[in-house]
């Protein structure tokens, strides 16, 4: 089945940097567009960006454009998601998924705290 395991998250000060990873299974990740997905407490889910099968990249948050890169290691089965001069309004839980999605389930997401 289709599972996806998100890493990389943790505690930065404002102003630093994080790079998260999804490496996926159970399905051919080259033939997919991959997401990234936020959520902050007490928040809805929010789309952050989409990179497709042929790496054409989409930020959907206008509060991280300029500040996010989303890449993909198709070998690896990897998707990243570079975030640079963190905001504390940047706090949340990160979730990859693939694109289409149909019933797939949420991974356990990684978590991303931006604080002093």
């Known amino acids: 089945q289709v599972q996806l395991v998100e890493s990389g998250g943790g505690l930065v000060q404002p102003g630093g940097s994080l790079r998260l990873s999804c490496v996926a299974s159970?399905?051919?990740?080259?033939?997919?567009?991959m997401r990234w997905y936020r959520q902050g407490s007490g928040k809805e889910r929010e789309l952050v960006a989409e990179?497709?099968?042929?790496?054409?990249?989409?930020v959907f948050a206008d509060s991280v454009k300029g500040r996010v890169t989303i890449s993909r290691d198709n070998p690896k089965n990897t998707v990243y998601l570079q975030m640079n001069s963190l905001k504390p309004e940047d706090t949340a839980v990160y979730y990859c998924?693939?694109?289409?999605?149909?019933?797939?389930?949420w991974g356990q997401g990684t978590q991303v705290t931006v604080s002093s």
């Open positions: 990179i497709s099968q042929l790496r054409k990249i989409t």
């Open positions: 159970g399905f051919a990740f080259s033939s997919y567009a």
């Open positions: 998924k693939r694109f289409p999605s149909g019933s797939d389930s």
